[in-house]
């Protein structure tokens, strides 16, 4: 678990200080996307790091999803006389 924390804090590490200057130029809106970007990474790095089973995109997919899926499948089958 230490060798992951320090691998994925090497990581956003270095991507900050490369993205610093542009960083420092962007827009408003610009620093608000990379934030997100940024907290999006934070939280799929901690669910890895840590071993934690917190929800992700399959699982948010799966919520969404299924029941339109289900629906049009449902509605693709044949009837049997």
Same mark, same amino acid.
């Given at each position: 678990?230490?060798?992951?924390?320090?691998?994925?804090?090497? #990581?956003?590490?270095?991507?900050?200080?490369?993205?610093?200057?542009?960083?420092?130029?962007?827009?408003?809106?610009?620093?608000?996307?990379?934030?997100?970007?940024?907290?999006?990474?934070?939280?799929?790095?901690?669910?890895?790091?840590?071993? #934690?089973?917190?929800?992700?995109?399959?699982?948010?997919?799966?919520?969404?999803?299924?029941?339109?899926?289900?629906?049009?499948?449902?509605?693709?089958?044949?009837?049997?006389?």
């Amino acid at each position: 678990m230490l060798e992951k924390l320090m691998m994925i804090t090497g #990581f956003f590490v270095l991507a900050l200080a490369t993205d610093w200057g542009k960083l420092r130029a962007a827009s408003r809106r610009g620093k608000w996307s990379y934030a997100f970007i940024v907290l999006c990474a934070l939280y799929f790095s901690a669910d890895y790091a840590l071993d #934690f089973s917190l929800p992700d995109l399959h699982w948010l997919a799966d919520h969404i999803l299924l029941g339109p899926a289900q629906a049009i499948v449902d509605s693709l089958k044949v009837k049997q006389l």
